[in-house]
DNA sequence: GTCCTGATGTGCT
DNA sequence: GCACATCAGGACA
């Protein structure tokens, strides 16, 4: 399978952070270590966006934890919790905007371990599994070590939406995005039958 | 399939 | 201290 994988442009980071979240899936990340490299379809985002989102690690303002989030978009916030996991999350908005799109799943294309039919189920396995780590918190995604492709003729993918998981505070946002029916996406809950209007488009009604 | 638990480091209150 | 944007493994159905 071989596909023209080359970076998007920073200006596709820079729009507003639910249209990214939608338009992450189906696109590649890529992430090369020396002579390894792993690709994967983006199957599964969530949106984490500002002060006053109370999910958003920018809900108590600017610290050098949350800095890169206040930088430039198009660039990776990887942070470390429960004492064993990163998770990855790509920048968007302008600088001084705090906000960020969390890789959630991956479908894994190459360059991944056999043993496990879905190596990136979920933002803690996929870092794991891609050797993502605090070493590229803040780096580019139009990186040599990390970054985010395109493939020629995609078919466009069918996408779902949800409230975010794994969080109790603003639970009431429905900013998880997904593509429906795909095996790799992290969870398949009782949600899974629910239908929630796309954010998306209510933003690009109310703006209209 | 579901529910529950333990492992574990860091940044905040 | 404690709350976490998690996961694997076990008990149970």
């Known amino acids: 399978m071989e596909k023209d994988l080359g970076p998007l442009p920073y200006s596709f980071?820079?729009?507003?952070?639910?249209?990214?979240?939608?338009?992450?899936?189906g696109k590649y990340l890529v992430r090369q270590?020396?002579?390894?490299?792993?690709?994967?379809?983006?199957?599964?985002?969530e949106a984490y966006i500002g002060e006053n989102d109370?999910?958003?690690?920018?809900?108590?303002?600017?610290t050098p934890r949350t800095s890169v989030m206040y930088g430039e978009p198009g660039h990776a916030y990887v942070y470390f919790t429960y004492g064993m996991y990163f998770m990855l999350n790509v920048v968007t908005e302008q600088p001084g905007s705090p906000a960020a799109v969390l890789i959630r799943a991956l479908e894994p294309v190459s360059?991944?371990?056999?043993?496990?039919p879905r190596p990136a189920s979920g933002p803690g396995k996929l870092c794991k599994n891609m050797e993502?780590?605090?070493?590229?918190?803040g780096i580019s995604f139009q990186s040599k070590a990390l970054w985010i492709g395109e493939a020629e003729n995609e078919v466009p993918v069918k996408i779902r939406w949800s409230p975010r998981i794994g969080?109790?505070?603003g639970v009431e946002k429905i900013w998880r995005a997904y593509i429906f029916g795909n095996?790799?996406?992290?969870?398949?809950?009782?949600?899974q039958h629910a239908l929630y209007p796309?954010?998306?488009?209510?933003?690009?009604?109310?703006?209209?």
């Open 13 to 25: 980071y820079c729009s507003n952070t639910l249209a990214v979240t939608a338009n992450l899936l």
């Open 33 to 45: 270590k020396g002579k390894k490299k792993w690709i994967g379809k983006i199957v599964e985002a």
């Open 54 to 62: 109370p999910a958003c690690h920018a809900f108590r303002g600017h």
């Open 111 to 116: 360059g991944f371990a056999l043993d496990d």
């Open 132 to 137: 993502i780590d605090k070493t590229l918190n």
């Open 167 to 169: 969080i109790n505070v």
């Open 183 to 191: 095996r790799s996406v992290s969870r398949k809950s009782s949600e």
């Open 198 to 208: 796309s954010p998306f488009e209510g933003q690009l009604l109310r703006n209209r």
